[in-house]
């Protein structure tokens, strides 16, 4: 059944769409994740304008974000002082990251400059996912139960000025850090579509030293909103989200979610990373292969805008 996308101007097939949003939402279910950075690469290979592909998965993120919200938001798991902190820091980023989107679109590099950008960004974090899975996986048949120490507290975090306390936190830090966390990962979210949870995560324990029991709570609330103004950053300024291809998505991915989230019950901690860092990876190489191989058509036809005609 073929369905006709406004915004990216071209006819898709409604199950292979819907099947892409399950099948993401089965693997945000399963590892835990928001699948931005994996939703987006499927889109841009299965043929819909990069441009698009990063403006929707946008959409999609905030109603995957939603619903984990208003659940940690019930069991008060929340610190929104921090959330709004970094909410803060993320409109900021995701105002930049969307002028820069646009500065890459009328320039027309931001195809390359996705690409390239997806190929550094998975590579990196899913040969360091790699290295670890493998190693928690050798401690693990080897019998060594002795828990990986945290790194010790950032000293220089608490030299910086602007301290504020976060109560719910307990924690008494430079908002500095904390504005420039969430800055990055507004920034990456509007330039890459992605949600930035799986970097959000390990950065507010190891960095900020946030408890654990509000971490998850308190990144989807950062996550949520960061991503809802980058949602209408880019519907008002870039005009990229196709809000067909985000209801077709966001049905699969709520649907995949569930059958996910029962999988990932049945499996070890170790062994669904080592899963999703061989995913990452593949996905990684794939944006290498398409960058380095010759396209079977070397050229194409475009109007140019401000052609003065």
Not at 11 to 16: I, L, Q
Not at 162 to 174: A, E, G, N
Not at 261 to 285: I, N, T, Y
Request: charged share 10%; hydrophobic share 55%; glycine share 14%.
């Amino acid at each position: 059944m073929q369905i006709y996308l406004p915004i990216a101007e071209l006819p898709v097939n409604m199950f292979v769409i819907f099947g892409m949003g399950g099948a993401v939402g089965f693997l945000s279910g399963l590892f835990g994740i928001g699948g931005g950075f994996l939703l987006t690469p499927l889109l841009i290979f299965a043929g819909i304008p990069p441009a698009v592909s990063v403006a929707t998965v946008t959409t999609q993120v905030v109603a995957s974000s939603a619903s984990g919200v208003v659940s940690y938001w019930r069991r008060k798991m929340i610190d929104f002082k921090l959330g709004m902190m970094l909410f803060a820091g993320g409109l900021v980023g995701s105002g930049l990251g969307v002028l820069l989107f646009g500065v890459l679109q009328s320039l027309g590099q931001l195809d390359v400059v996705i690409s390239l950008s997806y190929v550094v960004f998975l590579g990196t974090i899913g040969s360091l996912m790699l290295v670890e899975s493998l190693r928690a996986i050798r401690r693990h048949r080897e019998g060594d139960v002795t828990a990986v120490k945290r790194p010790e507290h950032s000293r220089w975090i608490y030299r910086l000025p602007f301290r504020v306390r976060f109560h719910q936190s307990k924690l008494y830090i430079s908002v500095i850090p904390v504005l420039g966390l969430g800055a990055s990962i507004g920034f990456l979210g509007s330039v890459l579509g992605i949600g930035g949870g799986f970097m959000m995560v390990p950065a507010l324990i190891y960095i900020l030293r946030v408890p654990t029991n509000v971490v998850i709570g308190t990144s989807l609330l950062q996550i949520l909103f960061t991503m809802a103004a980058a949602t209408i950053f880019h519907s008002v300024g870039t005009q990229t989200v196709d809000i067909v291809l985000a209801i077709t998505l966001m049905i699969g991915g709520v649907i995949g979610a569930q059958f996910g989230a029962r999988m990932g019950q049945q499996l070890r901690g170790d062994h669904l990373r080592l899963l999703l860092a061989l995913l990452v990876l593949a996905v990684g190489l794939r944006f290498a292969v398409d960058l380095l191989w010759m396209p079977s058509d070397l050229y194409s036809i475009a109007i140019k805008k401000g052609g003065g005609v």
